[in-house]
């Protein structure tokens, strides 16, 4: 494995100093407050934006409405836009979608979307989870009956983030309840605009929205079908195994692990360094000169290096396993303090501790729950065979 040091080109350097400059001007405090107190993931006027200079989908070619960037300059724009915590939720799960809509729509409907999908007034988020499904997709019910050139789709889904942000979400549905599991699912790409949409907010520990959206008799037309009728599955699955990080480039500038969080326990962390160089114990000696103190501090922050350097599924379990587990040592070892929230007097940089800890909650769940990870982790990596608990669905033929 090669861990050099990438040596910036004047051109890529230039690149880095255009972007830092770009972001200074869009990336303002109210954009912060609109995400603490939306938590929606995303922002207009910033996605907007970066959609103006090609950077939504930055390795497309100009003529797409992409910048034609080579793998580092993409990689320069994907730290800076880390680094500045701009909201990318939406423009996460709109990518998602689009690897399945250039394979799958309508080649009409793909080529009408994909200039508006790379200015950023265009945008995708998965229909995917039933309510009474948890993580089982393919066990999806909501139910799309054939009505000559239209369909007719009744029930909800929960989980939906960013439907009220988007124009269209990519929906998994029952099209023959009498086929296998697996067999008689069919998706679409449907208007969130369509009558019989109703989308409502839910709020999580971590302060995120996401959303749950009911459909009631909603009409839409064939012409938004994504893949064959009862090839769903097939369908979904590019989305949905790069959302489990399937396909990322392998030429040593992508990150190694599927991290959830890391950036914010790695604040947190740092948050908690500088606060202990400033805090006094009662005895008058400075908690950064506490070597207990220090001997943990520092076990988290070995713990975020392992979790950068672990690939694939074991990264994605291990970032948020130990992320959860951290966070909470972190507000031991600090104290009340660190659960003061943003806009309370006496937090922690204004909250960062406290936020840190309530995100992780949520890091179990995203992109797939930790145990679905687990069986990916023992079927796929360790080869041992499926799992089948007592109570579990057979399908006889």
């Known amino acids: ?18 972007v830092r400059a770009f972001l200074d001007e869009i990336v303002t405090e109210e954009v912060h407050e609109h995400e603490r107190r939306t938590g929606d ?9 970066l959609g103006s200079r090609g950077w939504l ?3 497309w070619p100009v ?5 034609g960037l080579d793998r580092v300059c993409q990689r320069i724009l994907a730290l800076e836009l880390s680094r500045r915590e701009v909201p990318m939720v939406t423009h996460s799960t709109t990518g998602l979608v689009w690897s399945a809509v250039e394979l799958s729509a309508d080649p009409e409907l793909a080529a009408r979307l994909k200039p508006e999908v790379a200015a950023g007034r265009v945008r995708f988020c998965l229909g995917y989870s039933d309510p009474e499904g948890g993580s089982d997709i393919a066990g999806a019910t909501l139910r799309a009956v054939r009505d000559g050139d239209e369909w007719v ?13 988007c124009q269209y979400t990519f929906l998994i549905t029952r099209t023959d309840p009498e086929a296998p599991k697996h067999k008689g699912l069919t998706m679409f790409l449907v208007p969130l605009d369509s009558p019989g949409v109703e989308i409502q907010a839910i709020r999580t520990y971590g302060g995120e929205r996401t959303n749950a959206v009911y459909y009631t008799d909603v009409h839409v037309s064939d012409t938004y079908r994504m893949g064959d009728v009862n090839a769903g599955w097939a369908t979904l699955q590019g989305p949905l195994s790069a959302e489990h990080g399937a396909g990322r480039p392998d030429d040593g500038l992508s990150d190694i692990g599927m991290t959830m969080g890391t950036r914010e326990f790695e604040a947190a962390i740092d948050a908690a360094a500088r606060w202990a160089k400033r805090t006094t114990r009662p005895d008058g000696t400075l908690v950064a000169d506490d070597p207990a103190f220090l001997d943990r501090l520092g076990h988290l922050v070995v713990e975020t290096e392992a979790i950068r350097v672990t690939p694939g599924p074991m990264g994605r379990n291990k970032s948020s396993l130990s992320y959860i587990a951290g966070i909470a040592e972190l507000i031991d070892m600090v104290g009340p303090e660190a659960l003061l929230a943003h806009g309370s007097e006496g937090a922690i940089e204004d909250g960062v501790i406290d936020y840190a800890h309530r995100f ?3 890091t179990a769940t995203y992109g797939g729950t930790t145990e679905v990870f687990k069986g990916m982790i023992a079927q796929h990596v360790l080869g041992l065979p499926r799992l089948n608990l007592p109570g579990s669905k057979a399908w006889v033929r």
């Open 57 to 59: 989908f930055p390795a």
């Open 1 to 18: 494995m090669d861990l050099s040091t990438v040596e910036l080109t004047p051109e890529q350097q230039a690149f880095q100093q255009e």
């Open 153 to 165: 789709l009744n029930g909800s889904k929960l989980w939906t983030t960013g439907a009220h942000n």
């Open 360 to 362: 992780a909650q949520g």
């Open 41 to 49: 993931g995303f922002n207009e006027g910033v996605h907007l934006a």
């Open 63 to 67: 003529s797409d409405g992409g910048a």
